[in-house]
């Protein structure tokens, strides 16, 4: 899996009184197998920049490259290339198109409250209907749906029910289920625990992290630090339309300037944690995830002692 974004801005509603900058000039490059949050403050561009990565939204300007499908605009003129099948400069100037539903294949979008997206009469045949309209038939289809469901905790018993029935986090399980379905190489998720409640929340991160470690990538935005420390690897913090830092949770938190110029509040459990070393306790940061494993850090120090 690979993203690169090169010098990517984009302006809501251009040459217009209400033509907003969203992004600025963003660079960012995403290798590999990675579990990565993209954090900032409420209008800082997260939202814009996820819609860029299956191309719901097209750069105004700069270049969005998802494993080999690149993504510009020039002038009035929206340019899809397969750099699989043109490699040179020619496919530029042949504006070779490609269908975006290969590329939402490849990188699944979940918005927020994915939930009310829910539509057909059955739960399986809701999750088929993605499936489906990517040319499976219908055995096929049903098939990668049953098989989506059970990932998400939703067995064979729920198949036959209409999502209407369906508890909220149910629902919610099931629309996710209906973007797994297409067995995308990257998930994408926008404030996926917005309005659950703790339980909840944690359920479905937990499902998160089964599909990330079934060999998915994942790319999350959310305000929530605590999720960031138990669960991502990499966070990305913008802010204003700009990409400010790429950094580990452990570097990002402990960088105590930078956090205070961002408003980006870190874990209550990571700054006690980190009271604590500077006090002369020798704990392990890097095992500080939430306050079990604090507990048990705090434990082994005085063991050690």
């Known amino acids: 899996m690979s993203i690169k974004l ?10 217009t009184p209400f033509s907003y900058e969203a992004l600025k000039k963003v660079n960012l490059e995403i290798k590999g197998h990675v579990f990565l949050a993209l954090i900032g403050e409420t209008g800082s561009g997260k939202s814009t920049l996820v819609q860029h990565l299956n191309g719901l939204l ?4 700069g270049t969005v490259q998802v494993d080999h499908y690149l993504l510009k605009t020039e002038g009035k003129k929206r340019i899809y290339i397969d750099l699989n099948k043109e490699s040179d400069k020619k496919a530029f100037k042949k504006r070779k198109q490609f269908d975006l539903k290969e590329l939402r294949k490849y990188a699944g979008l979940v918005f927020q409250f994915p939930e009310y997206q829910l539509f057909e009469e059955t739960v399986i045949k809701d999750v088929a209907f993605g499936p489906k309209n990517f040319g499976a038939d219908d055995k096929k289809a049903e098939e990668m749906a049953a098989a989506a469901l059970k990932l998400v905790g939703l067995d064979s018993s729920y198949f036959e029910r209409s999502p209407f029935e369906l508890s909220g986090g149910e629902k919610r399980r099931a629309a996710i289920a209906g973007i797994i379905a297409l067995e995308p190489k990257v998930l994408i998720l926008d404030e996926p625990t917005a309005g659950l409640d703790p339980q909840g929340e944690k359920e479905m991160m937990a499902l998160f992290q089964r599909i990330y470690e079934a060999g998915t ?3 999350i935005v959310t305000h929530n630090m605590d999720l960031v420390l138990k669960y991502v690897q990499t966070a990305a913090v913008m802010s204003h339309g700009e990409l400010l830092k790429i950094a580990t ?3 990002l938190f402990q960088d105590e300037d930078f956090l205070k110029n961002t408003a980006i509040e870190p874990p209550y459990v990571f700054k006690v944690a980190l009271e604590l070393k500077k006090k002369g306790l020798n704990l392990d940061l890097n095992e500080v995830k939430d306050i079990p ?6 434990k082994k120090a005085g063991e050690s002692k």
């Open 217 to 219: 990538s994942i790319i």
């Open 58 to 61: 097209l750069p105004t300007a």
């Open 6 to 15: 090169t010098d990517v801005s984009y302006t809501y509603s251009p040459s």
């Open 249 to 251: 949770p452990l570097s």
């Open 293 to 298: 494993s604090l507990v048990s850090q705090i």
